[in-house]
């Protein structure tokens, strides 16, 4: 069964504290994505990772950064938690860089800044 | 560039009541349009998928979906809804750029048992 895990589910964190969100797949896929959730508002996009040591910009990527070291595992982080940072996050990975893939979810990690 | 409308935020219906989620999107190239489903504390999966031939798709747990060009639009119907269905539907057409997804706001469905 494919699998992609984050590493906390629930994180509480104090403005202007680092962030590391840890993303792990079980499937050799070589692409990777981190997204934001918040209600309303659907997924938006941070950053994505084509592949290794590869990173591209979202919609969103302000505040954030990524690091791609190994295939299996994509970081997300914040350099300064901020509360507007406040939001669920997503992890997803795919199969190259294909429109017809299909996206493997993370089940999300709900970070809450105070 | 690509964007998406779901047309309802929430909707409650009782169980055996059919559904039918709107999904417009605006055309950018070739068409491929996905939804995907979020269950109460799950993650999301990917529900139904069109990019080409028959256009109307079927997807798990007997949904399916219609893309009717003339009216850029995807929606996702089911004849009998059950309880279990409730959950997060997201309609997600691909973006003009790197094969990324347009995501739509998201419809929550609740259903009565």
């Known amino acids: 069964d494919v699998k992609v895990t984050q590493s906390s589910r629930y994180l509480v964190k104090r403005t202007g504290e680092k962030v590391f969100l840890e993303c792990v797949q079980d499937?050799?896929?070589?692409?990777m994505f981190w997204y934001r959730q918040d209600p309303g508002l659907g997924l938006r996009l941070i950053y994505f990772?084509?592949?290794?040591?590869?990173?591209e910009k979202g919609d969103i990527p302000e505040g954030y950064s990524v690091s791609r070291e190994k295939k299996e595992r994509f970081s997300l982080i914040l350099e300064s938690a901020s509360t507007n940072q406040t939001s669920m996050y997503l992890c997803?990975?795919?199969?190259?860089?294909?429109?017809?893939?299909?996206?493997?979810f993370g089940e999300g990690s709900r970070l809450t800044v105070l | 560039a690509q964007s998406v409308s779901q047309h309802n935020h929430h909707v409650i219906l009782s169980e055996a009541a059919s559904l039918e989620l709107g999904c417009n999107y605006s055309?950018?190239?070739?068409?491929?349009l996905f939804w995907y489903v979020q269950y109460p504390g799950q993650h999301l999966q990917l529900l139904l998928k069109?990019?080409?031939?028959d256009p109307l798709v079927k997807g798990i747990k007997g949904f399916e979906a219609e893309f009717i060009k003339s009216k850029f639009s995807f929606n996702l119907r089911k004849p009998s809804v059950q309880w279990s269905d409730t959950a997060e539907y997201f309609c997600?057409?691909?973006?003009?750029?790197?094969?990324?997804?347009?995501w739509g706001a998201g419809t929550k469905l609740i259903i009565k048992p």
């Open positions: 997600a057409p691909r973006g003009d750029s790197n094969y990324q997804l347009i």
């Open positions: 055309y950018g190239g070739t068409v491929n």
């Open positions: 069109y990019f080409s031939g």
């Open positions: 499937m050799d896929h070589e692409n």
């Open positions: 990772s084509y592949d290794v040591k590869m990173k």
């Open positions: 997803a990975s795919r199969r190259r860089q294909t429109s017809t893939g299909e996206l493997f």
